[in-house]
């Protein structure tokens, strides 16, 4: 089963902007990175190569749409 990142980045955001009191644009940024490292676990991605950088903005872009 895959996840949804997305709606984790959302469910994330939204604990920390209304339970832990972060305006909207803190929650996003905080929420943002713990998916993004998630997601970097969950496909074992190597960080000494180039195109793990362009992955990972990818995914970024993809996550905020």
């Known amino acids: ?3 949804d990142y997305k709606e ?8 920390r ?3 832990g009191g972060l ?3 803190k929650a996003e940024e905080k929420a943002l990175v713990d998916i993004t490292q ?8 190597p960080m000494n190569k180039p195109e793990t950088y362009n ?3 990818k995914f970024r872009r993809d996550l905020k749409k």
């Open 55 to 57: 992955a990972i903005s």
């Open 23 to 25: 305006s909207q644009e």
């Open 38 to 45: 998630e997601w970097i676990q969950d496909n074992d991605l």
């Open 1 to 3: 089963m895959s996840k």
């Open 8 to 15: 984790l980045f959302e469910e994330r955001a939204a604990i």
């Open 17 to 19: 902007q209304f339970d």
